[in-house]
Every structure is written in C-alpha cells, then in structure tokens.
C-alpha cells in the first residue's frame, strides 16, 4: 500500500540529510547510467539464497563502515542503498534467516507465498515511487500491471451480501463508483476532489519533517498550519468523520476506506485512506518474480560499495558513548554480543522496538520520547491465510485482484 511510498520518502529523505551531515559535501547519488536493461528472471533457488540468506559471522562484517542499518525491510535496505550510492559502506543487520522484512517470500509444499507487499501503485512511467525503484535496484525491478479492476470489498453476510469493485483509471475509478452507488454523484466527486489534493499538497507534510522542530510547534500552537492548506485538516480529521459530511450511505464510507491495515475508520486519519485509494488511481502492480525481487535487486548495489546484508544478526542493543552519540550496535550470536561498529546508525525495526529495546533505558525515559511514544499504538493483530491453487489463471478462472471480505 502507499506507506511504501512513506516508507521509501522518508528513508530517502532522512538518508540525504545524512549524507550532508557526514559527508559534509556535494554527493552525487542519482544518475540515469545506473539504470540498466532489466535481466533475466533468476529463478535458480541457490543462486537466490546465496544473495538473500547470507549468515552474520564476524569474519564477513566489512571494515571501516560508514554506517549499520537495523532491519533489512523495504525501508532499512533503501536507505542503505542510497548511502552505497554516495560511496557509503554499510552493513545491514538483519535478524530473520531472510532479507526483505515484509516483502520476503516463504516457500511451502513447492509454493511461494508473499508474506506482505502484493500490490503496488503509482508506477506508472517516471512517477516518483518508479524512479526512485529503478535507482536502488539499477533499474532491474520489473512489473506486471494488474487488472484494472483490481480491487473487491464483500460487506454483510448471507442475503444481506453487498459486492463492491474498485476500478483503476484516472475517469474510470470515480464512474465505476457512481454506477455502484446512483444518487451519490456529489460525494464520489468531493471525495476524488480531496483525494487529489491530499496527493498534491503531500509535501507539505513531509517538508514538517525537515523544518527546525520549534518551527512546526510554533505553526501547531497559533493555529498557522491550518491556515496554510487544508491538507492539514485532512490529516487530522478521522474517516468517519470526513465522510459522514460527505454522504450518509454506510457502504460507500465503508468502501472508501477498503484499502485496509489495521486501523478502524474511525481511528484512521482520512488523509492516509485517501492517499491509498489515489495511489492505485493509475493502476496496481506486482513484481514480476516476487516481492523478494526487491531485496534481490537492492543487495548488489549495497555490496558494490562494499557493504553486506547479513541476516540471522538479531541486534541487541545500539550502542552509546558518554556524550549520547550512538557508535554502533551489538549482534547476538549464541550467547555473545558482538559489536559492530559505525558513526552512523539507521534503526528500521519501528520506533517502539528502537526506542524500548535497542536504546538503554535512560533514553526512553525522556520526556520527549516518552510524549512521541504515547501518541502512538501497536496496530491491529492479524493473521494470513496462504493458499496454494495448482493450475493456470485460466484453467482456474481467477483474475489479478484482491478481495477484502
Ligand atoms: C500482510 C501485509 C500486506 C501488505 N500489503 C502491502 C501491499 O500490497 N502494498 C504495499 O505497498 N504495502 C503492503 N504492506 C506494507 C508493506 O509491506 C510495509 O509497510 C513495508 O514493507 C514495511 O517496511 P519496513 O522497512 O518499514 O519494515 P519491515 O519490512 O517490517 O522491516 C523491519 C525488519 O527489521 C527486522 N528487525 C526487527 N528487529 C530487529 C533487530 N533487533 N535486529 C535485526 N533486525 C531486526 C525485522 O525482522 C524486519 O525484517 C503489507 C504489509 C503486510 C504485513
Ligand atoms: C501441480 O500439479 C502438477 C501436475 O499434477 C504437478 O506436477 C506439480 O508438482 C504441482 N505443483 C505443486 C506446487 O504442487
Ligand atoms: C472522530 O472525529 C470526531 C470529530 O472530531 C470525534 O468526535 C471522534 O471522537 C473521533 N473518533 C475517534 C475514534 O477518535
Ligand atoms: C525510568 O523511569 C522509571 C519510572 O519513572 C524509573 O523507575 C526508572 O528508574 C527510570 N530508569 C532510568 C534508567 O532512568
């Protein structure tokens, strides 16, 4: 879904302020030579292990890093990425027995299952979630465009069953939606009209990020921010809320937040609905070969720097010295701690695990950290189902999509 694209911008922006503030030069990271004719699919499983499992032993961590990453998922391994292309040496420590956090894939009885990512938007020709794919992986990503009808919500149960489609197309979304729903013509429009302008004004959220801290309170406390766009109205209002002033049609405020992750409408900001059901607007896409193509792809670019993925490295702790400046982290191996060391460190494994488990105690217990870990919680538990279907897509008449129920 498009925290993806969250994911990947913010690693992205957060890897080139560090870049500036280690280096403390111009670094050129970006260049349309990387981008090489995609090869062929490896399909050998030795060959994709090889790259995908390499163990941690002390022996195969590089010297003199630039910096550790935390967590080899989409996030950890693209801000690894990018700092390789600056000519950063970086080792990424990861502690499953795979690279990929949720994009690795798990075989069974001679399946490959995704165990997360599915489908992807927003990558059409030049968009910026394609560009900036093609750059951490040389341009050897591929993917397959999936139905235009790409998306199905089941509401209620038995006679009370409703079926609801969702269509890819910049015209085709909203008519789909106004021949499911006749009458509510207005509200399908007022809710594309705000889709599109939560995707335009973005930015501006994002650029919070990066603004001095005292900056943003300064705008929050006067009120200022609101007055700036109304993306911020939009961040902060619930769904439920948004779209009981839209319209009063149940379904339809169901099926605009049916792009599902775990937190209740209610509970949701609109701005993220919105965001995901934009970001399939042009259509969804797989990658061709798995979602463990990503990590695949990403490993070389990381290696040619001289960095490493290593996965079974469970860190421990992130290591700090007098002043609080972290220097590296330490790896359980059996019943030792090793230490590896780098001036920089990238935690990718979520702010309560950084903050709760790999930082010492004291650091947590700061009031700043404490209020920025009470704003958030753990997200819905939830369990997956794999199926297994032997046999073609026409043979079993099935179509590229998903099915909410
Ligand atoms: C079921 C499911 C379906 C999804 N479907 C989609 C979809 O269709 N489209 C889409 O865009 N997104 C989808 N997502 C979301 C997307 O997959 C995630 O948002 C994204 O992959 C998260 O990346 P990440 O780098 O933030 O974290 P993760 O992928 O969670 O990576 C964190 C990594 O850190 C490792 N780690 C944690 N602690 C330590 C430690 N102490 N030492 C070493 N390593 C550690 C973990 O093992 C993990 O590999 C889905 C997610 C799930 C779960
Ligand atoms: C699918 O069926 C074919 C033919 O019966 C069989 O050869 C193949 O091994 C099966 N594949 C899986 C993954 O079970
Ligand atoms: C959603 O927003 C409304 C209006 O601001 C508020 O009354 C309600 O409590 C919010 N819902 C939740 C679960 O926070
Ligand atoms: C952290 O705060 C708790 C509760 O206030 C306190 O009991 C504990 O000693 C503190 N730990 C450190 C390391 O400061």
Redesign the pocket.
């Known amino acids: 879904m498009c925290w993806w694209l969250l994911v990947l911008s913010c690693a992205s922006l957060s890897s080139i302020v560090l870049l500036f503030l280690i280096g403390g030069q111009r670094y050129k990271v970006f260049s349309e030579k990387c981008v090489r004719r995609p090869g062929p699919l490896v399909t050998d499983s030795k060959q994709r292990d090889a790259r995908l499992t390499r163990g941690f032993c002390v022996d195969l961590i590089p010297p003199a890093l630039d910096a550790v990453v935390i967590g080899s998922g989409i996030g950890g391994l693209t801000a690894a990425a990018l700092l390789s292309k600056a000519g950063k040496r970086v080792v990424v420590l990861e502690r499953h027995d795979r690279a990929g956090g949720c994009t690795h894939t798990v075989q069974n009885?001679?399946?490959e299952f995704d165990v997360g990512s599915h489908h992807l938007g927003q990558l059409h020709e030049n968009s910026l979630l394609r560009v900036a794919l093609d750059q951490i992986t040389d341009g050897q990503l591929q993917f397959a465009r999936l139905e235009p009808h790409f998306h199905t919500l089941i509401l209620g149960q038995r006679d009370e069953r409703r079926e609801y489609h969702v269509h890819a197309g910049k015209t085709q979304m909203a008519e789909s939606l106004k021949k499911q729903f006749p009458g509510e013509e207005a509200a399908i429009d007022e809710f594309i009209r705000l889709m599109k302008l939560a995707s335009r004004r973005m930015p501006l959220i994002a650029i919070l990020k990066i603004i001095p801290h005292w900056l943003v309170n300064f705008l929050v406390r006067t009120g200022l921010l609101g007055h700036m766009s109304a993306v911020f109205h939009l961040a902060t209002t619930n769904h439920s809320e948004m779209m009981s002033h839209l319209t009063r049609n149940k379904d339809l405020q169901a099926l605009s937040a049916c792009l599902c992750y775990g937190v209740p409408p209610k509970e949701s900001s609109f701005l993220i609905n919105a965001l995901l059901m934009h970001h399939y607007r042009r259509g969804a896409y797989y990658p061709r070969g798995g979602g463990n193509e990503f990590a695949f792809h990403i490993i070389p670019v990381i290696q040619q720097a001289g960095g490493d993925v290593l996965v079974r490295a469970p860190v421990r702790r992130i290591l700090l010295d007098q002043h609080g400046k972290a220097y590296g982290v330490t790896v359980l191996k059996g019943p030792e701690e090793i230490q590896v060391q780098a001036p920089v460190v990238i935690s990718d494994t979520g702010m309560f695990d950084t903050f709760q488990k790999l930082l010492p105690p004291h650091i947590e217990n700061k009031s700043e950290i404490q209020s920025l870990l009470g704003m958030v919680r753990h997200g819905m538990g939830s369990f997956l189902v794999f199926v297994?279907l032997?046999?073609t897509k026409e043979e079993l008449g099935i179509v590229h999509q998903l099915v909410d129920v």
């Open positions: 009885k001679g399946f297994g032997n046999g």
